[in-house]
Each structure stands twice: as structure tokens, then as C-alpha cells.
């Protein structure tokens, strides 16, 4: 019987949130109003620390953003900003234990509330196959349209993708020996709670205290690197 292996990306295999980390680098290069989007930018940043973030609003603000470019042009941006922002931030224990479960011949896949196109060249450069985030809307061309396509990726809708996810390959959760989630953040315990193994992955406060009256484990993946 083989297991499955979720993690969350940002501040769980990476040190850093991708997304707040992508709106900056465009406020840096100039893309975008950095006054009016670094603003709205930290505003969205700080509802998802508290958990209050409304996840259709911020990411019709995120992909509203994409929008206003041509593919080619967002491509070439995030190339940029893969080699300047996110290849510095894949850090080995994120590796370490990412084979810890390929060793394992374990089903692995990243789930994150952060938009495709953000996380699609992380997962990449992590080796992880199979990936489930926010889906922007694209038209014929492949251009973003600013719209969301089905629904977010975030708390509750993280199970729901999951489940659709394992659907389409004619298995549920309950068919794996063990499922294990890592995660840093208190929105994840909708998913946390249905695995066989929940480990809270360099939890902020409220995730912490969740997982010590749980009694699940936790994990300081970059205690060395804080």
C-alpha cells in the first residue's frame, strides 16, 4: 500500500510566502504602482496571518494584477523572479525531506493557496510532479484573465481539491496506509485534521497551539536558517 505526502509551499517548504514575495518583486522592478499595490499587497498579507483573509478578493486582486499583462511579458518576469527571489530561497532541508517520501515511493504533491502560475515553476524546482492551486482563468491565447477558475485553494477548498484531485485517479484518502500534511499556518487544519499524520511545519502561534493540544508533532524545518 502505498502513502501520500502533502505539503504546503509557503512557509512550509519555503522559507518565504511566494505570493506576497511575487507582488513585491513587481513593485521592485517597477511593473506595477509600487505605492498602491504594496499597500494593498501588505493588507491582504496580514488577513491571511490572522486568518481572516476573504480568498476570492485577494486573489481577483492577484490575478487582476496578472491580467494586466501579455503572457510572454509574465513569463519573463517570473523567470526573474525565480533567479532572484525563489532560488535562494529553496534550501536544502526543504529537499531533504521532500526525498525523505520520494525515497519512500510515496504519492507527493504540493497544495497551496497561491495561484498557478506563481507556484507551478517552484514545484518544478522543488521535483514535485503534481501540484494544486488557485487555477487562474486563461483565454485561447493562454493570457490571464483576472478571473478565478473553480474555487480557491485555501482552507476547506484544500480538501475539496484534494479529494477531487484523488478522484480523478479512482482513489479517496482512506485508500492510503498513511497520509501525512505539512503545514505552517491555523487555515490548513481542515486538511490537518483528515490525514493520518498532521505535521505542523514551522507553525505560526495559532497553528502551534493547535498542534500541542492535538497532540500532533512539529517540525522547524528552517530553525537553522531563522
Not at 506576497?20 to 491582504?44: P, T
Request: charged share 15%; proline share 6%.
Amino acid at each position: 500500500m502505498q502513502n501520500i505526502a502533502l505539503f504546503d509551499l509557503d512557509h512550509t517548504l519555503l522559507p518565504i510566502d511566494s505570493d506576497y514575495e511575487w507582488g513585491q518583486f513587481l513593485c521592485r522592478i517597477g511593473a506595477v504602482n509600487a505605492e498602491e499595490f504594496g499597500r494593498r499587497n501588505a493588507e491582504f498579507f496580514a488577513q491571511y496571518q490572522a486568518g481572516t483573509l476573504d480568498p476570492v478578493e485577494y486573489l481577483e486582486f492577484a490575478l487582476g494584477t496578472l491580467a494586466q499583462f501579455p503572457r510572454q511579458q509574465l513569463d519573463d518576469y517570473h523567470a526573474q523572479f525565480m533567479q532572484e527571489v525563489i532560488n535562494p530561497a529553496l534550501l536544502p532541508a526543504a529537499h531533504d525531506l521532500l526525498k525523505q517520501h520520494q525515497d519512500q515511493n510515496d504519492l507527493i504533491a504540493i497544495i497551496t493557496a497561491t495561484n498557478r502560475f506563481v507556484t507551478q515553476p517552484i514545484a518544478q524546482a522543488l521535483g514535485v510532479e503534481h501540484l494544486l492551486a488557485a487555477e487562474p482563468h486563461l483565454d485561447e491565447q493562454g493570457n490571464v484573465t483576472g478571473k478565478l477558475h473553480g474555487v480557491p485553494t485555501s482552507g476547506p477548498g484544500k480538501v475539496t481539491h484534494l479529494n477531487t484531485w484523488l478522484a480523478q485517479q479512482g482513489k479517496q484518502l482512506s485508500d492510503f496506509t498513511k497520509s501525512y500534511f505539512y503545514s505552517d499556518s491555523q487555515n490548513d487544519i481542515p486538511l490537518l485534521s483528515i490525514v493520518t499524520h498532521p505535521i505542523a511545519t514551522n507553525p505560526n502561534k495559532l497553528l502551534k497551539a493547535h498542534a500541542q493540544a492535538h497532540g500532533w508533532p512539529t517540525l522547524q524545518l528552517f530553525e537553522l536558517h531563522n
